[in-house]
Each structure stands twice: as C-alpha cells, then as structure tokens.
C-alpha cells in the first residue's frame, strides 16, 4: 500500500498523555502499515504519562517515542477517522478534511486516579486493558472489512 493511500486514524483526548498514547499504540500494533495512526490533544499536557510508558511496555507495546501534540497539527490534513476517547475531547472535536468516520469511546482518565502507588498503577492497567479490548476488536474489524 502507497503511503499516501493509507488512511488516517486520529485518536483524541484532552491531554493526550495517556489515553490516546495508549489507544494509538494498540492500533499502530494491530493494524501494521494498513493505517496511519496518530494521536493529539485538545489541550496536550506536554508529556506521555510515565505510567502509561510502563504499563504499555508490560504488554511489549513500546510508545517512548511518542509526544504529546495538539489536534492543530493535523486540521489541514485528511483524516479519515477520529476517534475521542474523553467527554471533553468528543466536545472540543473539529470536522478534518476528508473525515469519514467518527467514534467516541469514553475511559476514565488514569491520571486523575488517586490512592497508594499500587492502586494508581493498577487503574492504569485496567483502562489499558478495557482500551486493548475495544481498540483490538475495531482493528479486527477493519482487517475483516478488507481496510
């Protein structure tokens, strides 16, 4: 497949440190080179949550090398699909150019979680995992649809 013919998958949250790293770094796995996946915020908080590094590294998915960027980036180019996974990230969302599909998947936030080291490491993992869920069964989905 050309580069410039895989489509665009674009998944949003407000900070994008967390939420959206972890959904990018399952579809980029599950869908190879069929997609061009990325993730952006609509307020980036500037960083990639070390939590969400770790807890994806526990599952051999290595997103280090992501940034945290606003959804600015990508207004002028096709976007095919947009995916929020936050309440304020699905409100806050613009229409990009060629965008033909929308989803919004709401998670709590990990970062806000509270309590003893363990416990906020623990929320982490659960939202990774209810995230592995969905994000696997949509790639699923798209490698059966032949995209």
Known sequence: MKPD????????????????????GFL?????????VQSAGSKPAGYVHPLALQVMAEVGIDISQHRSKP???????????????????????????????????????????TGTEAEILQCFRTVRDEMRRVFEAYADGLRDAGK
């Open 71 to 113: 959804l600015t980036e990508f207004l002028d180019q096709r976007v095919d699909t947009v995916i929020t996974v936050c309440g304020n990230a699905d409100q806050a969302c613009p229409i990009f150019p060629g965008q033909v599909n929308r989803h919004h998947w709401p998670f709590f936030d990990p970062a806000k979680a």
């Open 28 to 36: 980029r796995t599950a869908l190879g080179d069929r997609a061009n």
């Open 5 to 24: 013919s895989k489509p665009t998958i674009l998944i949003l949250c407000t900070g994008n440190s967390c939420r959206s790293h972890i959904g990018e």
